[in-house]
């Protein structure tokens, strides 16, 4: 019986078979801890990469809206938080961090010719985003059982080493003899002509002559009209003027003399023609598209090519360059620019034909009261050929409504050479007052040369006003982009000929 009894004992303690029973059931509880621990870490690592995208996108779009005091809304709008466009019901309890979004002026991005300019006197804008998430058994690991995450983004304002296209940019500078008169605006100080130039001469700064990589931008090839152009051009800039100028005396406008180009009564281009060809030996193209701006699109100048060697003559005609005479204002004739419109637009879809893939642009200042009538300082005719019964182009009444029509033509998809892309039309009304008899021949209906310059304009947002200008009276205002000043006005459309992007969030 011992042996039986102790031979019962010794089997039961060797009997095993039962003893995983617990070990297995603590390695499920393991194995699903650590699965339950690798899905929170996956979960946590996807929204992180959500939470950053919703920060770029959210700093882009703020980016976009610079110089705008619309910039911080706009990247509001674009966040994660509830109820804006990028939340999801993914990322729960999303906030935007205290003193965000905030808008920037970085000295880098001012270097490199992005200026601060009003309202928002920013060139960036940074946006942090914060989330509080669980970790699933993360307690039990010794760690926390939630952690915040952060994303942050920083975006650059639309300028300099943002083009993402090549554009054919005609820009039309008021020439009559309005322009010659004083600005008193303390943002510039000398006369309205000088000013006007002065903005052109910022655009041209901030525009690429050719491809970034490239140390010099190489050899410069003349063209026709005093064109100057680079092999692999990127921006193609031309500027014209009115009244018209004789074809004989036009190069005064950048030879660096102090003589004027002649005026000439106006000339009425056909409305939609694919080539501008000058009318009775008398032109509204100063000098032709031209890239020889710069010698590189990274020059922190225009092109110092002295005065005496050929080519450099848009920068001439604009005053960039040391000791030579820019170009004038010779007056002469009324003001009239419908005819200056669409001889710009032909132009450019002359060049955008040469140079498939290009975006259009047209740029014009002006005062925008057209009144012209009568005789020149010549005794001749300054309306020529125009009807003095009609009312539509050419006619010498409703003037200022006809210009209102040419920037619409010129603006509208499919019309004009202008095909899927239209024209892009800024108007920016110099000292343009908000009375009705300075656009004098337009009766039925009235119109002032406020109105006249925004509708040119092919949308409120490219619509901009020196409404500082002694001459304006301050009474006209753009609602959609106050700034005043021919300089920062210039410089908020070079911005626009870009894209705003993400800069390093160190960026100072």
Not at 114 to 130: D, G, L, R, S, Y
Not at 134 to 150: W, Y
Not at 332 to 358: C, D, K, N, R
Not at 474 to 485: D, E, L, N
Request: glycine fraction near 10%; charge should be negative.
């Amino acid at each position: 019986m011992k042996r039986n009894s102790g031979s019962l004992i010794v089997r039961f303690f060797k009997d095993q078979s039962a003893q995983m029973l617990p070990i297995m059931a603590f390695m499920v509880i393991a194995f699903m801890s650590i699965a339950a621990f690798s899905v929170s870490i996956g979960s946590t690592y996807i929204q992180q990469h959500e939470l950053q995208a919703a920060a770029n996108a959210s700093a882009l779009a703020g980016a976009q809206q610079l110089p705008n005091a619309t910039a911080a809304t706009a990247a509001a709008t674009y966040s994660s938080v509830a109820g804006d466009n990028n939340s999801n019901s993914y990322m729960k309890g999303v906030t935007m961090a205290s003193g965000y979004p905030k808008l920037e002026c970085l000295t880098t991005l001012t270097n490199m010719g992005v200026v601060c300019v009003a309202p928002a006197n920013a060139n960036a804008i940074q946006v942090k985003q914060q989330m509080t998430v669980p970790i699933l058994f993360g307690g039990l690991f010794g760690g926390k059982s939630t952690t915040t995450l952060t994303a942050i983004a920083t975006a650059s304002a639309r300028g300099s080493g943002a083009t993402v296209e090549p554009y054919n940019v005609a820009i039309i500078v008021d020439a009559t003899a309005s322009m010659g008169g004083t600005d008193s605006d303390s943002l510039c100080s000398s006369t309205r002509m000088s000013c006007a130039l002065q903005g052109v001469r910022v655009l041209l700064q901030s525009l690429s002559p050719c491809n970034i990589a490239l140390s010099s931008c190489g050899a410069v090839t003349a063209g026709t009209n005093g064109a100057g152009n680079v092999v692999g051009s990127v921006d193609r800039i031309a500027i014209f003027s009115f009244p018209n100028v004789s074809t004989s005396t036009v190069a005064d406008a950048y030879d660096c003399s102090s003589t004027n180009a002649t005026s000439e009564p106006y000339t009425f281009p056909q409305a939609g023609l694919t080539t501008y060809t000058p009318l009775n030996s008398s032109t509204y193209e100063d000098v032709g598209f031209s890239s020889d701006y710069k010698t590189s699109d990274t020059a922190a100048t225009l092109n110092p090519a002295p005065k005496t060697s050929s080519g450099n003559n848009l920068v001439k005609a604009t005053g960039g360059l040391s000791s030579c005479t820019a170009m004038g204002n010779p007056g002469g004739e009324g003001t009239y620019y419908a005819g200056v419109i669409y001889a710009a637009q032909s132009a450019l879809v002359a060049e955008q034909a040469a140079f498939p893939g290009s975006q259009n642009v047209l740029i014009i200042i002006s005062d925008g009261a057209a009144s012209s009538s009568g005789k020149d300082n010549n005794n001749n005719n300054e309306m020529g050929s125009a009807s003095t019964t009609a009312s539509t182009y050419p006619a010498t009444k409703q003037e200022c409504a006809q210009a209102v029509q040419a920037g619409k033509d010129v603006a509208t998809a499919n019309l004009f050479g202008n095909g899927a892309i239209p024209t892009r039309v800024y108007s920016v009304a110099y000292g343009a007052t908000a009375s009705a008899s300075d656009c004098s021949t337009d009766k039925s209906p009235t119109i002032t040369p406020c109105q006249t310059m925004q509708g040119i304009a092919s949308s409120p947002q490219n619509f901009f006003s020196d409404y500082t200008a002694s001459q304006g009276g301050g009474a006209c205002i753009s609602a959609s982009r106050p700034t005043t000043g021919i300089p920062q006005i210039f410089a908020i459309i070079a911005g626009d000929l870009a894209v705003a992007h993400l800069i390093p969030n160190g960026t100072t």
